[in-house]
């Protein structure tokens, strides 16, 4: 059986498979699949943000944080449209044992490093953190740490009404699919936010989706392919909230990974 960390429902292995799916682990563990969406200070440019996460923050402070296994950062790129203020500016994703998220936040590393480092480079007012499973629809080829796949997130919330259970059965089971058809798709992932996050009410957002391709050109053609407009694009309206899809484009920088740190 799989287990969610923070809930006492269970996926089972067979189900999992049945829908020609799994969920990311460390050995035998299942993984905390952190996403941190954060945005520049108020007078810092995007590029000043995003070379200071990666050439200092990143290196000097947040990875020498030892609960964390893996650790990757995703700038974002243009692509389409540019908003005039995104919500997001780039992503941390941080790979953590469940076990061990509490004393993450109680080392010195964190408290006296990447803690006070934090607002010399971001708005952490505007920060949205989402403690996921991160579910696996295409696995696509073995990561590397040199790769020059782009990705596409997809922020999600549930219509009204709609019980969060249904809401991920329908996200696997229905919608999935339908993504897995994307002419050019390389990896597709569904990272559903755990149950802790419900436990006092509603969490921000209920899933964040990631689509990988070659380049900005696959995804273009992506976008405009009858699989997306007639069958993926159509389908959002049947169990997500239309107000609450966010995307964004990003590039990839692994910082500890993608092998896993003892």
């Not at 059986?1 to 189900?15: T, Y």
């Not at 050439?55 to 908003?83: L, M, T, W």
Request: charged share 25%; aromatic share 12%.
């Amino acid at each position: 059986m799989l287990r969610d960390h923070k809930a006492d429902n269970f996926i089972g292995d067979n189900v999992a498979g049945a829908i020609g799916m799994s969920i990311t682990k460390i050995g035998d563990m299942i993984m905390i699949h952190q996403l941190i969406f954060a945005h520049a200070k108020p007078g810092m440019t995007e590029k000043e943000f995003q070379d200071y996460w990666l050439n200092v923050h990143a290196v000097k402070y947040a990875s020498k944080i030892p609960q964390i296994k893996k650790y990757k950062i995703d700038c974002r790129i243009p692509f389409g449209p540019e908003p005039e203020d995104p919500l997001c500016q780039g992503v941390a994703e941080i790979w953590l044992n469940p076990e061990e998220q509490i004393a993450s936040l109680q080392t010195q590393e964190f408290l006296q490093g990447a803690r006070l480092d934090e607002p010399n480079w971001a708005a952490f007012w505007r920060t949205i953190v989402m403690d996921t499973n991160a579910h696996v629809l295409v696995e696509g080829p073995p990561e590397t740490k040199d790769s020059n796949l782009i990705k596409m997130f997809m922020l999600v919330k549930r219509k009204e009404g709609m019980p969060l259970e249904d809401f991920r059965k329908y996200s696997w089971e229905t919608h999935g699919p339908k993504v897995k058809n994307l002419p050019g798709l390389v990896r597709y992932y569904q990272c559903m936010m755990v149950d802790g996050f419900y436990g006092v009410g509603e969490a921000v957002l209920d899933a964040a989706y990631m689509l990988w391709f070659e380049n900005t050109d696959a995804l273009a053609k992506a976008m405009e392919s009858s699989e997306y407009k007639q069958e993926v694009e159509p389908d959002l309206a049947n169990f997500v909230n239309p107000k609450y899809i966010h995307t964004f484009v990003t590039d990839e920088h692994w910082v500890i990974g993608p092998e896993p740190r003892a």
